[in-house]
C-alpha cells in the first residue's frame, strides 16, 4: 500500500485501544508499536495504568524491553533511571539532582469498558470528548465478550464507510433486500440505523443494525433480530499502512439457553462478513470525489464528518 491511496493523515485525532484491561497485570511492562511511534504501557504497583513514548531520553533505552515497575513508577533497564505514570523523572539512584529536563512524554488514558484507551492528538490537545460506559457489559443478562483481532492493510475510516454503504449489504453480504438507513450526526458521534433482513437457517428475519461511531477509533453496533448482539469495535493504526482492528462480540442470554447456539452463529456469520470485506479494503483505493448514484448511501455526511478528527485540511 503506498501513501497515495488515501488523502487524509493515517492517524487521527481521537481515542484509540491501546490493549484490552486483561492483557496487562499490576507491576507488568509491555511495549507497543502505535501511530508509527514506539511506545510502553505499565501498571504500577497499585494498578493504574500508564502509556509513555518507548525511549529513555537518558540514552535510548526502550522501557518496553527490560524495563521494571517499581511503586508508582517503571525503572529503564539501562541506567534504572524512574519515570512515572506522569512522565516526570522520579529517582536516578547514583544522581544527587535529577536534571531539570528530565521528562518523557506522557499520553492520556483511561480504562473502561474493559480497555485502555490511549488518547493521540497530532498537535498535543488534551482530550475534549470521552468513550462512554457500555451498560451491557456489565450486566448478567449480557454473556462475556468474545474478542476477535486481524492485522488489516487498510485505514481504518476507509474500511468504516461501510456503515454508510448499504448497498453492500446487499452484493457482498447477501442480504435480500437493500436496507433502508437513517443517519444522525452529533458532534463526534455519528449514528447509522439500517434496517434490514438477514438470512438464517429458519429463513429471513427482520433486524436492525445500529452502528455508533464515538469519534474515529471507538464503534458499537448494536443487532436485534433472531438475538440481540453487540459489538463493540475497536482500531489503532500500527502505522501508515496497517490497522490492529478487534470486534469483541456479546449477545442477550435466553432464559431457556438458546442464546448459545443462536449467538454463536450469529459470531461466525459476522466474522464471515468481516472476511467478505477484508481483501476489498485491502485492495481498493480512496477517491475523493467517488462517483455515486442516488441510490447509494450518505457517503458525503460521513466523511464530512470525520474531518474533525484531523488538525489540517486535505
Known amino acids: 500500500m503506498s501513501e ?16 484490552w484491561s486483561s492483557e496487562i497485570r499490576a507491576g507488568e511492562v509491555k511495549p507497543l508499536a502505535l501511530f508509527g511511534t514506539e511506545l510502553v504501557l505499565f501498571r504500577d504497583a497499585d494498578g493504574n495504568a500508564a502509556v509513555l513514548d518507548a525511549f529513555c531520553p537518558h540514552l535510548g533505552a526502550h ?33 544527587k539532582k535529577i536534571p531539570p529536563r528530565a521528562r518523557i512524554r506522557s499520553w492520556p488514558v483511561r480504562e473502561r469498558n474493559g480497555l485502555i484507551l490511549v488518547w493521540h492528538h497530532d498537535r ?7 468513550i462512554p460506559d457500555l451498560a451491557e457489559l456489565s450486566s448478567d443478562d449480557w454473556t462475556p465478550l468474545e474478542v476477535r483481532r486481524w492485522e488489516v492493510k487498510a485505514r481504518w475510516l476507509d474500511m468504516n464507510e461501510n456503515a454508510v454503504d448499504k448497498v453492500h449489504f446487499r452484493y457482498v453480504h447477501g442480504t435480500p433486500v437493500i436496507p433502508e438507513s437513517e443517519i444522525d450526526v452529533d458532534g463526534h458521534v455519528f449514528r447509522v440505523r439500517n434496517v434490514l433482513k438477514m438470512t438464517t437457517p429458519r429463513g429471513d428475519v427482520e433486524a436492525t443494525l445500529t452502528t455508533t461511531d464515538y469519534g474515529p477509533a471507538f464503534q458499537t453496533v448494536h443487532i436485534t433480530g433472531a438475538v440481540d448482539t453487540l459489538m463493540v469495535n475497536t482500531c489503532t493504526p500500527i ?58 448511501g450518505d457517503f458525503g455526511a460521513y466523511r464530512r464528518w470525520m474531518k474533525q478528527f484531523f488538525s489540517e485540511e486535505y
Not at 522501557?63 to 522520579?90: A, I, N, Q, T, Y
Not at 498535543?124 to 470521552?130: I, K, L, N, R, Y
Not at 478487534?246 to 439457553?257: E, H, L, M, S
Open 63 to 95: 522501557l518496553g524491553f527490560g524495563g521494571e515497575v517499581e511503586g508508582d513508577g517503571v525503572r529503564c533497564p539501562f541506567h534504572s533511571w524512574k519515570w512515572g505514570r506522569d512522565g516526570s523523572c522520579l529517582d536516578i539512584p547514583y544522581a
Open 124 to 130: 498535543g490537545a488534551e482530550p475534549d470528548w470521552e
Open 4 to 19: 497515495s491511496r488515501f488523502p487524509y493523515p493515517p492517524n487521527p485525532n481521537g481515542w484509540f485501544r491501546a490493549a
Open 239 to 296: 502505522d501508515d499502512e496497517r490497522t490492529d482492528v478487534c470486534f469483541a462480540y456479546t449477545v442477550r442470554k435466553a432464559a431457556d439457553g438458546s442464546h448459545e447456539r443462536v449467538g454463536a452463529a450469529r459470531i461466525r456469520d459476522l466474522e464471515h462478513q468481516f472476511e467478505q470485506d477484508r481483501p476489498i479494503w485491502e485492495n481498493k483505493t480512496y477517491f475523493a470525489r467517488p462517483l455515486l448514484c442516488a441510490e447509494d
